[in-house]
């Protein structure tokens, strides 16, 4: 597995990451956590040294599983972790909505702390960009956090370019994660040029397009009630059925790669930019293995050419995310 460096930070990490909130996933199959724990370890074995959690996935009990799983490989890992929203650590509860005032920071970090069992924080994200707190605010609280040697590095999700500059003013900012894939390609309007200029480094979610990128969904798949992808309108029949076509014309490419659809998908991301690390997440080793191998794919200009030729042909139906939700994102 080789090496990136996100941004200009000098944080180091491996080329793709692990993201973990399926991991402790409410639908079904609910994973086993000593499964969990265990692939978590694997992936350490196969080279993968950056690790996703946030306090919200559970809410708090992915944050205790990574924290477990990753204890005895402490040293040879980065793991990343976000606040931003209105929860209660004392009665493990979600409060609904957004909360990043700097006195309830302070007190998330200190509790992600304990749940990671570490006593610094890697990476840490402002989850979702808060109307009611001056983003220099947050960022000035993150600083403090930083010389107070709890926190190592800065960053936000889901955040604007205009939002990304005033916060880099007060902290610099290590990494900017948003979703970002091939059938989403938003970010490459002003995100990922303000990311390129500022010198931050840029963590695709979703590379896979929550699982529709692996060509492994059935135009006619439904979704548990708890899974995210049973309101979203990208994941209705209807659109499902619309979008088959952008897996229909990558196939031709993974096919002459002997590739995945996955893989493709992964490795096209990473040459995007040498900045660029992708999160794919996954609760099967099966998966993290053949994710793992999409970072020995090479695609050339005029492989590149073709995929962005293919995808220009398609209209891609539905949006990303049910409106109540969409709200938060601020790109």
Known sequence: MQNRNLGKSGLTVSAIGLGCMDTTRPHAPVPDRNEMISMLRTAVEHGVTFFDTAEIYGPFINEELVGEALAPLRDEVVIATKFGFNLDPIKRENLGGLNSRPEHIKRMVEESLKRLGIETIDLLYQHRVDPDVPIEDVAGKVKDLIEAGKVRHFGLSEAGAETIRRAHAVQPVTA?????????????????????????????????GRGFLTGKLAQNSTFASTDLRSRIPRFQPEALQANQKLLDLLGGIAKKKDATLAQIAIAWLLAQKSWIVPIPGTTRLSRLVENIASTEIELSADDLREINEAASKVDVQGARYPKELDRMTGI
Not at 178 to 199: A, F, N, Q, V
């Open 176 to 208: 900017i994660q948003s979703e970002y894939s091939i059938w989403w390609r938003l970010p490459e309007k002003e995100i990922l040029p303000t990311c390129e200029e500022l010198g931050i480094g840029f963590v695709p979610f979703s590379p896979l």
